[in-house]
């Protein structure tokens, strides 16, 4: 998960200055990524168990080609594991560009899948980590980082002015963050579902030097992060840094498929514009033609703001590729429509009651942390106004504000279901931390994520049956592995006890993850 706006808000330059430093650490050698001196893990039986190929292995087999390859150990690091997809034209005659993927959950199949069409579709090698992670320390995704970078330049002819990064939410940041250390080879970002590495924005993009890298990205319009994307967007407006943000429905994850392949349908454009591949016109009609087509649907469903935002960027997207004019007066018509007023307006008011919902929460948060206590379920429900935001949520009769209220129960879950107990956990307060998470739960009921972290107060509390019912709730989600149990130290309390050796075991025995090609 992302650290929601307010957060980083709250960070004082010391710190952001602090955190920038770590980037340091990341440095290109001249055929590979040095390594960083980081200690290596053993290999588990769950790694032995997925029948890991080596990446050569794979350039080398053309049948493995146009189909994603679940399961590469690192050749210089057995301890990473990732998936690759090889496109189907793939030839050793040529330099190819580079999509490295960093899921903040390490889960490395679903989001190669998220990019596969447009890597086929644009000849890109991709390679996403099964190690990368969000929150938490940065040093597992350097790692991941370095192993792939090492593995890809020893198998493939890479582009090296072409290697492009992708992530979500903290992975999103960890991109920007190592992006300057890597100039010139990093051509582009891909970042979903979360701002820069501190806040403010533009001071981040003024004492940080991109080099060439261009970006694109965006959020969902019921993210948590949604307002802090959009005030990035505001951002890159004002500096030369070349980026294309968009918004689709969706919660707090990979943007769709078909918005991570137009991800690099437009890197292709900008790869044009500074003469890193061959000018094609036909990929840039493709590209005009379909935002073109974008932007009247919207404007047909009444949507004249959207629309003309839109066109907007689709002049931005052609400058110096193509001829704009005509699309900049279909822009500008649409934007002094009374339609565009009026959703314009209803956009600022639902934005205005979304910062004061927002408001609300740190307030009860403030008080409960100076108590080190949450009041009751129904004291809580109640101080936050929890009903009448839900109800507002469900109303579909003001979209606009339908969606702000989606973002704020969003916001609320993410930090009562899992920054606020997890720093309850580390501070050996368990039973804080079910109160925050009961929060949590009155919201969004049996979430996966409020079931790892029930887990893990229980556990502190040695209530071994309330642990592992919180667990099998949150392996039933899917999103659990073998190296979660076995690595999470919370769970030594119970590390012993019968059941959860045996969902260890059970875990050692999942199948290996395939493609579904």
Same mark, same amino acid.
């Given at each position: 998960?992302?650290?929601?706006?307010?957060?980083?808000?709250?960070?004082?330059?010391?710190?952001?200055?602090?955190?920038?430093?770590?980037?340091?650490?990341?440095?290109?050698?001249?055929?590979?990524?040095?390594?960083?001196?980081?200690?290596?893990?053993?290999?588990?039986?769950? %790694?032995?168990?997925?029948?890991?190929?080596?990446?050569?292995?794979?350039?080398?087999?053309?049948?493995?080609?146009?189909?994603?390859?679940?399961?590469?150990?690192?050749?210089?690091?057995?301890?990473?594991?990732?998936?690759?997809?090889?496109?189907?034209?793939?030839?050793?005659?040529?330099?190819?560009?580079?999509?490295?993927?960093?899921?903040?959950?390490?889960?490395?199949?679903?989001?190669?899948?998220?990019?596969?069409?447009?890597?086929?579709?644009?000849?890109?090698?991709?390679?996403?980590?099964?190690?990368?992670?969000?929150?938490?320390?940065?040093?597992?995704?350097?790692?991941?980082?370095?192993?792939?970078? $090492?593995?890809?330049?020893?198998?493939?002819?890479?582009?090296?002015?072409?290697?492009?990064?992708?992530?979500?939410?903290?992975?999103?940041?960890?991109?920007?963050?190592?992006?300057?250390?890597?100039?010139?080879?990093?051509?582009?970002?891909?970042?979903? *579902?979360?701002?820069?590495?501190?806040?403010?924005?533009?001071?981040?993009?003024? &004492?940080?030097?991109?080099?060439?890298?261009?970006?694109?990205?965006?959020?969902?319009?019921?993210?948590?992060?949604?307002?802090?994307?959009?005030?990035?967007?505001?951002?890159?407006?004002?500096?030369?840094?070349?980026?294309?943000?968009?918004?689709?429905?969706?919660?707090?994850?990979?943007?769709?498929?078909?918005?991570?392949?137009?991800?690099?349908?437009?890197?292709?454009?900008?790869?044009?514009?500074?003469?890193?591949?061959?000018?094609?016109?036909? &990929?840039?009609?493709?590209?005009?033609?379909?935002?073109?087509?974008?932007?009247?649907?919207?404007?047909?469903?009444?949507?004249?703001?959207?629309?003309?935002?839109?066109?907007?960027?689709?002049?931005?997207?052609?400058?110096?590729?193509?001829?704009?004019?005509?699309?900049?007066?279909?822009?500008?018509?649409?934007?002094?429509?009374?339609?565009?007023?009026?959703?314009?307006?209803?956009?600022?008011?639902?934005?205005?009651?979304?910062?004061?919902?927002?408001?609300?929460?740190?307030?009860?948060? $403030?008080?409960?942390?100076?108590?080190?206590?949450?009041?009751?379920?129904?004291?809580?429900?109640? $101080?936050?106004?929890?009903?009448?935001?839900?109800?507002?949520?469900?109303?579909?009769?003001?979209?606009?504000?339908?969606?702000?209220?989606?973002?704020?129960?969003?916001?609320?879950?993410?930090?009562?279901?899992?920054?606020?107990?997890?720093?309850?956990?580390?501070?050996?307060?368990?039973?804080?931390?079910?109160?925050?998470?009961?929060?949590?739960? *009155?919201?969004?009921?049996?979430?996966?994520?409020?079931?790892?972290?029930?887990?893990?107060?229980?556990?502190?509390?040695?209530?071994?049956?309330?642990?592992?019912?919180?667990?099998?709730?949150?392996?039933?989600?899917?999103?659990?592995?073998?190296?979660?149990?076995?690595?999470?130290?919370?769970?030594?309390?119970?590390?012993? %006890?019968?059941?959860?050796?045996?969902?260890?075991?059970?875990?050692?025995?999942?199948?290996?993850?395939?493609?579904?090609?």
């Amino acid at each position: 998960m992302s650290r929601p706006k307010r957060i980083w808000r709250r960070m004082s330059l010391l710190q952001y200055l602090f955190q920038s430093l770590f980037q340091s650490l990341f440095q290109l050698a001249p055929v590979a990524l040095a390594a960083v001196g980081l200690p290596g893990q053993g290999t588990s039986a769950a %790694d032995t168990a997925a029948a890991p190929h080596t990446l050569l292995a794979v350039v080398r087999d053309a049948g493995s080609h146009g189909r994603i390859n679940p399961s590469i150990v690192a050749a210089g690091d057995t301890s990473e594991r990732y998936a690759a997809y090889i496109p189907s034209a793939y030839t050793p005659g040529r330099h190819w560009p580079i999509l490295l993927i960093m899921d903040p959950g390490g889960n490395a199949l679903a989001a190669a899948r998220k990019f596969r069409d447009g890597a086929e579709r644009n000849g890109y090698v991709a390679l996403s980590s099964y190690n990368t992670a969000s929150d938490g320390p940065v040093q597992p995704n350097l790692r991941a980082l370095n192993a792939m970078l $090492a593995d890809v330049q020893s198998a493939v002819a890479v582009d090296t002015l072409r290697i492009y990064l992708a992530g979500y939410s903290g992975t999103a940041r960890i991109a920007w963050a190592v992006t300057p250390s890597l100039a010139p080879h990093i051509a582009g970002i891909i970042g979903f *579902a979360a701002g820069l590495p501190a806040r403010p924005d533009a001071l981040w993009l003024r &004492v940080h030097d991109l080099g060439h890298a261009a970006f694109y990205g965006g959020a969902g319009t019921t993210d948590f992060n949604y307002d802090e994307v959009r005030e990035l967007a505001s951002v890159l407006d004002t500096f030369p840094t070349r980026h294309h943000v968009a918004f689709y429905a969706g919660r707090h994850g990979w943007a769709p498929a078909v918005v991570c392949g137009q991800a690099l349908d437009w890197m292709e454009l900008d790869a044009m514009r500074r003469g890193l591949r061959p000018r094609d016109d036909s &990929v840039i009609a493709q590209w005009r033609a379909a935002r073109t087509a974008d932007a009247l649907l919207l404007a047909e469903n009444g949507h004249a703001a959207a629309a003309a935002e839109a066109f907007r960027a689709l002049v931005a997207d052609l400058r110096g590729l193509d001829e704009v004019r005509d699309l900049l007066r279909l822009g500008d018509s649409l934007a002094a429509t009374s339609v565009a007023r009026r959703e314009m307006k209803g956009d600022e008011q639902a934005l205005r009651w979304e910062e004061r919902e927002r408001d609300r929460y740190e307030s009860f948060a $403030a008080r409960a942390r100076a108590a080190n206590a949450l009041p009751s379920l129904a004291q809580s429900v109640d $101080a936050l106004d929890l009903r009448a935001v839900q109800h507002q949520a469900a109303d579909s009769t003001d979209l606009q504000r339908s969606l702000a209220a989606q973002r704020v129960l969003a916001f609320i879950v993410s930090l009562t279901g899992f920054y606020e107990p997890r720093a309850a956990i580390t501070a050996r307060n368990p039973k804080f931390a079910l109160a925050w998470l009961d929060v949590a739960n *009155a919201i969004r009921p049996d979430g996966a994520t409020v079931c790892w972290e029930r887990a893990q107060a229980y556990a502190q509390l040695e209530r071994h049956a309330d642990a592992m019912a919180a667990l099998r709730c949150a392996v039933a989600s899917g999103g659990v592995d073998v190296q979660d149990l076995t690595g999470e130290s919370a769970f030594d309390p119970i590390r012993t %006890d019968s059941a959860f050796t045996a969902l260890v075991a059970e875990l050692r025995l999942k199948p290996p993850p395939v493609d579904s090609d």
